[in-house]
Structure formats: structure tokens, C-alpha cells
């Protein structure tokens, strides 16, 4: 087995490694999630914490790693009576992020099931992480259903596996740490909630330590045994706190004042239900036997709200988690208990030096060890506040022109006034989000699970049974016994009372709904420039957004103005980097909308490439204007744009954004040429009661209409 890289050779990162080290120390602190950019070693770190747990000592033969002292009376190996123990490692098992459901929670041979009556299951990843460590790399992009599984998993500690009335259970505590890039998407709040804590890590900008990471690294590639035995006298010695802090933790106590505290700082945040409570009290106490004291002290309920709450505060959609530390100090201060203990000197937790190796001391070149981010070591640094940036209001408007593109006589080409600077062109503040219907893919999909358009899933309701294609699926047992029925053995005959064989095995056909590539196209010129009506259509979009994100699509944002469009997010599962691009999105200039519709054609057919099974549903929010110069005109242009994604089939839906009493339609004239639907602003939420869509193209409106549906009837 190759060398790992030793966890004290990571240099920097006080918060990740102090949260990593105190779940070894606590496996009842509830595991991490680690939020950062990619290329950051936070794989590395947590895949080196695996070298320091600590042994466990397993039932001889178990393949569920029941503890000899107390083994589980359900274990499917077993009963295990006084059986002889063994001791091993601890494992940290991987979850790929395509795992089947079968290698997750294992597998059930339905076939012996039925045939033979016999139960043959072959363990999964659950089992196998059972006292042990699971590590999802890239959690964010975990299908839906398997974080059903792990959910269930961490809420009772036991996996359930059952197929047709056969059913097994079996053990399943482990410590789940998870590492996501943000800008690849968020986590649904049921798995976000699990996590006992959680910690941002960025590349670090000192040039120094910087230059440390790379030597390091270089090195443990050139010769990975080397360079791990020159750190094994840290390591052997952080193990060794390790099992000093676990000793200790039974003693430490944790008083009322404290537990006072604790309660007044997850009140004062905010945070939904008591696992916040129970969470920093578990860190707060850990965080004490880590320092080496049997007293929890102010600053380690300060530390411990630093790590368990930044994820669970009320906060606004697309706000990134973090915690206000100064609002911090104040409830601290506020409900400190009068007698309570002072918190510790710096000569109460000074971390052990390790000794200084050839690349420097333990670390980093600032001598900081794998305990620097401990309670008194200057604290761990605090969270990046990664919130969407609020839009720079405008001070004044560009008046708009003669051909209505917001250009003013005398103007710059790209409706500027004459000698005004581009970073004039401020953006406007988006109006406040709402609830809408549901935009979705007309037809029957197979892509990806999700909660927008009808498909073809792994799950959902039943509609039909079909011959397994490849593993078998969830079974049909009335197909299955259906096609079984014509070979039956007649009454009296030895054997089993019911044959089936293979090709006699039908699964069941589903159908629920799938996440879709929503890319929407923003007209962002001066015809749309008027400041209220330009704060409500960023408002229509960012409610889009809200509700893509609610149903796990993609999705992508090309925007429009000046002389061209442009691809202002390439297609992502990150909502929150759309709404950060839409708050700072600036307006003015001329319409080139067919543009902006031929960008749109280009990511749609590089998408689909990448990924032919996720089908697109194109949003273009404009009035329907067009403007420019030259043959044909721009409104002809954008047609022959429009009819182009309508020969291809894209599903496409027009927000028509013109007001005014005079009204031209040309937003409904382009739905005519995309082949589908237009709905206005206030049509677009899901507490409309005025009509859907708008009949564009003679007959047309009643099949468009599906295209638009109320979003409290999501399956």
C-alpha cells in the first residue's frame, strides 16, 4: 500500500485540521463538511487523518464490525455469543459520487430469495464504514436518492436494505466527512444540517507558505516513504494526543453557565431545532479535552460556534454560510456566567512543538502544528463572508434614445451619453424574489434525477415492468411471477413450491422527474433600462434561480447588450454564482437580441455534447425589441434566430417583460418563432389566477400550456 501523506506535514488550514482532529478525538461531534475552492488539499487532509484513528477491536469474521462487547443482536452474521475479537485499523471508506444504490446500502439476491427462500446479501459501503469513516469527495454532487440513504443512515444509525418483502438491517454509525466546491452547487439543508461541523478553506496568498506547499508536496511525490518517515515521530505523537484527549473527555464537565451560553448564542443565530445545542455543547467539551482541561471555558463555547453554526444560521437564499463575530462576542459577553471559569492563558493549551524537520517546523513555515487552530492558538481565522455582492445603485439613468435602446442623440454606439465611462452603466437592484410556476420539458426525459420535467428515473411511481437491462432494478413481483407462471412444477412434485428463473426476472418501470439545463437569456440593453421595470425582471430571474435551485438543475445565464451577448455563466449547478452574476449585471445600450438567441444556440449544442441525456429548457427574458443596423433588420434577425432553436426542439419559454399602455408583442411574436410559450411577469407566479399562456401560434396555447405549471403540484 503506498505511503499517505502525513496530516502533520499539511501546512496552513488551522480550521479544517482542528475540526478533522477533534471528530477523532469525538466521533460524536457529527463529522465535517469542508467548503472550498478547488485545488486546495482538502482530499489530502482528510485522507490523511484516516493514518491517526485510533484501533478497533471487531467481532473475529463479522463483515458488519460488530464490537465484541456489545455486538449488534441483529447482525446479519451473527449472533456472534463469545465470539474471539480481533483488533484492526479504522477504515475511511469512499463513496463515489455515481454510486449505485446496490453498492451503497449492498445488495439482496432477490433471485435465491424467491427460488430458494435463502437470504444472500452482500454488504455495501455502509457496512463496511460501520465504526469507521465515510468520505464523500465532492458531497454537493451526490444524487438525490443516495442522500435519501445517507440521511436515513445517520438519523438511526442502522441500514435498511429491502426488495419485494425480503429485508435485512444492519448497523451503520459512522463519521461522515464530506469536501464540495461551492461554485459546483449547494447541499440540500437535510444533509447540510448532519454535518456536525464545518469549515471554509481558500488557497492560502502568503508567497512563503506557498513555496512551502509546493516543496512539500514535490517532495512527497519524488519519494511518498521518505518523506512520511521523517514525519512519523509528529505523527506518532499526535496519535498519542489523540488518545490522551479521549481519556480525558468522560471528565470533562460542562456547567449550566456554560450550557447557558450555548443556548444564548443559538438563539441569538436563530438556528433551527436543538442538534445546533447538543452539537457545540458535544465541541465545546471536546475542544477542552483537546487543550488538556476538565473545564469548559468561554472561549471554547466561542471555537465551537465558529465550527457548528456557520452552516445552520437563517440566512438568505444564495447567501453563503458564515457567522457575524462580532454579534458573537456581544452574546457572549452578555450571558458569560458570573462565576464561570476565565478562559485559558496561553500557557493552558500551548501546543507541543514538533521538531523541525527538513522541510521546517510542523506545520508551516509559521510553526503552527496540526493543533494550531486549538482554543488559545490565536483561534481559527475567521470564516470568509462569501455572500452574493449587493448591486452599486445608479445614480443616474442613461435617457432613452430615439429607437428606444436606451441611447441617447450624440451618444456613444453603445448608448452611453457622449464621454461617459463604461463603469457608469451601474446595475440595479433586483426586486424581491417570489414563488413560481413550473417551467418544465414537454415530453418524457431519462436524464439526470431531480424535481422539474417527467422522465424516465430510478424512482418514482410505477408504470410498467420491462426485462432488466443489465442489473436488475427494483423488481416487479407481479410481472415476475406472471412470467413465471407457465413452467411451474405440478402440485405434489419435490422441489420448491415456486420456480423462477432468470428470464423469468422483470423490474419495474418508474416514472418521476428529472433535472434539466435551465439557460436563461437576460436582456440587459436600455430598452430594458427603465429602473423599475429593470428591478423587477432581475427579480423574475432570481425567483427562477430560487426555483432552479429548488429542483437541482443546471443552469446557465447569457446576457445581451451593447453590440453583443455574452455567456455571463457558463452552465453549473452553482445558483448562487447566477445570482451573483445577476446582482452585478449592468444595463444600457443597444438590443442585439438575435445575438444574444445565437449564443444561446451555441451552449445548447456544446451542452449537448457533454451531456445528451439532460435536456434544456431556454428562458429568454426581454420585451421582444431589436435593434442595430444593416440587412436584414435586427427584428428579422432575431426571428431567422428564433426559428433556428425551434427546428431543433428546444423547449423554450419568453418572459415578456414590456409595459406601458401601448403594447407591440413582440415578445409573443419571437414565442411564435421559438415554437413555445410566453407568459408576462405577473403570469410567471405561482399565485397568478390570470391565464397561462398567451395562444401564439393559432391553436397553439392549449399544447404550450403544460409547459407552465403551479409549483406547489411538484411531485
Not at 53 to 70: H, K, N, Y
Not at 382 to 400: D, L, M, S
Request: proline share 8%; aromatic share 2%; with cysteine.
Amino acid at each position: 500500500m503506498s505511503a499517505r501523506y502525513p496530516f502533520t506535514a499539511v501546512v496552513g488550514m488551522d480550521d479544517l485540521r482542528l475540526a478533522l482532529l477533534l471528530n477523532a478525538v469525538s466521533p460524536a461531534v457529527g463529522g465535517v463538511l469542508v467548503r472550498g475552492e478547488k485545488g486546495t488539499a482538502k482530499s489530502t487532509a482528510v485522507r490523511a487523518l484516516a493514518e491517526l484513528l485510533p484501533e478497533v477491536a471487531v467481532v473475529g469474521g463479522c463483515r458488519f464490525s460488530c464490537d465484541p462487547a456489545a455486538p449488534d443482536p441483529g447482525c446479519p452474521d451473527g449472533p456472534h455469543g463469545a465470539a474471539e475479537a480481533a483488533h484492526r485499523p479504522a477504515r475511511m471508506v469512499e463513496l463515489p459520487v455515481g454510486a449505485s444504490e446496490d453498492r451503497l446500502v449492498g445488495a439482496l439476491d432477490i433471485e435465491r430469495a424467491l427460488a430458494e427462500g435463502v437470504k444472500s446479501f452482500e454488504p455495501g459501503l455502509l457496512a463496511r464504514a460501520h465504526r469507521g469513516l465515510l468520505y464523500v469527495d465532492e458531497v454537493n454532487l451526490l444524487h438525490d436518492h443516495l442522500i435519501d440513504l445517507l440521511l436515513d443512515a445517520a438519523a438511526m444509525g442502522a441500514s435498511y436494505v429491502e426488495r419485494e418483502g425480503v429485508s435485512v438491517r444492519h448497523a451503520a454509525r459512522f463519521l461522515l466527512v464530506g469536501t464540495m466546491n461551492p461554485e459546483e452547487g449547494e447541499l440540500r439543508p437535510q444533509l447540510l444540517d448532519r454535518f456536525g461541523l464545518t469549515v471554509e478553506v481558500a488557497a492560502d496568498r502568503d508567497p512563503e507558505r506557498r513555496v512551502e506547499v509546493v516543496r512539500r508536496r514535490l517532495a512527497f511525490d519524488d519519494a511518498p516513504a521518505a518523506f512520511a518517515a521523517r514525519w512519523a515521530a509528529d505523527e506518532t505523537a499526535l496519535r498519542g494526543r489523540i488518545a490522551a484527549a479521549r481519556a480525558l473527555l468522560p471528565s470533562v464537565r460542562l456547567g449550566d453557565g456554560v450550557l447557558r451560553q450555548i443556548a444564548s448564542v443559538c438563539a441569538g443565530f436563530e438556528v433551527d431545532g436543538m442538534r445546533a445545542d447538543l452539537v457545540m455543547a458535544r465541541t465545546a467539551t471536546t475542544l477542552a479535552a483537546w487543550a488538556g482541561r476538565t473545564e469548559v471555558a468561554t472561549e471554547d463555547v466561542r471555537q465551537a460556534a465558529l465550527l457548528a453554526l456557520p452552516h445552520r444560521r437563517r440566512r438568505a437564499p444564495f447567501d453563503a454560510p458564515g457567522l457575524d463575530e462580532e454579534k458573537l462576542d456581544r452574546i457572549l459577553e452578555e450571558s458569560a456566567p458570573e462565576d464561570g471559569p476565565e478562559p485559558p492563558g496561553p500557557q493552558d493549551d500551548e501546543p507541543p512543538s514538533g521538531p523541525e524537520g527538513p522541510d521546517g517546523p510542523e506545520g508551516g513555515p509559521d510553526g503552527g502544528g496540526p493543533d494550531g487552530g486549538g482554543p488559545d492558538g490565536g483561534g481559527a481565522p475567521p470564516p470568509r463572508e462569501e455572500t452574493v455582492p449587493g448591486p452599486r445603485e445608479q445614480e443616474t439613468e442613461p435617457a432613452p434614445g430615439r429607437d428606444g435602446d436606451g441611447g441617447e442623440p450624440g451618444g456613444e454606439p453603445d448608448g452611453r451619453p457622449a464621454g461617459a465611462p463604461a463603469a457608469q452603466q451601474a446595475a440595479v437592484a433586483a426586486g424581491e424574489p417570489f414563488a413560481t410556476r413550473r417551467l418544465d420539458v414537454p415530453g418524457l426525459g431519462a436524464g439526470v434525477d431531480g424535481r422539474r420535467s417527467r422522465a424516465r428515473t430510478a424512482h418514482g411511481r410505477t408504470t410498467g415492468a420491462r426485462r432488466p437491462r443489465g442489473a436488475l432494478g427494483k423488481l416487479h413481483l407481479a410481472a415476475t411471477l406472471h412470467a413465471a407462471a407457465p413452467h411451474q412444477r405440478a402440485r405434489g412434485r419435490r422441489g420448491p413450491g415456486l420456480v423462477v428463473r432468470r428470464d423469468d426476472l422483470r423490474e419495474a418501470v418508474r416514472e418521476g422527474r428529472e433535472g434539466n439545463l435551465v439557460l436563461f437569456v437576460v436582456d440587459a440593453s436600455g430598452s430594458m433600462a427603465a429602473r423599475k421595470r429593470m428591478s423587477a425582471v432581475k427579480g423574475a430571474v432570481l425567483s427562477l434561480l430560487l426555483d432552479a435551485y429548488q429542483r437541482r438543475d443546471k443552469i446557465g445565464m447569457i446576457t445581451f447588450r451593447g453590440r453583443e451577448a455574452e455567456l455571463a455563466l457558463p452552465p453549473t449547478s452553482s445558483v448562487e454564482a447566477g445570482a451573483a452574476r445577476l446582482a452585478s449585471l449592468p444595463t444600457g445600450g443597444r438590443t442585439p437580441l438575435a445575438e444574444g438567441l445565437l449564443k444561446a444556440h451555441e451552449v445548447l449544442r456544446v451542452e449537448r455534447l457533454r451531456d445528451a441525456s439532460r435536456r434544456p429548457l431556454l428562458v429568454v427574458v426581454t420585451d421582444g425589441r431589436a435593434t442595430g443596423s444593416g440587412a436584414p433588420s435586427p427584428l428579422e434577425r432575431a426571428a431567422r434566430a428564433g426559428r433556428l432553436l425551434g427546428a431543433e426542439g428546444v423547449a423554450s419559454v419568453v418572459v415578456d417583460c414590456e409595459s406601458g399602455p401601448v403594447r407591440l408583442g413582440l415578445a409573443g411574436a419571437l414565442a411564435r418563432e421559438l415554437g413555445g410559450a410566453a407568459v408576462t411577469l405577473d403570469e410567471l407566479r405561482a399565485d397568478s389566477v390570470s391565464g397561462l399562456v398567451r395562444d401564439l401560434r393559432g391553436g397553439r396555447g392549449a399544447s404550450a400550456a403544460h409547459h407552465i405549471q403551479d409549483s406547489r403540484k411538484v411531485a
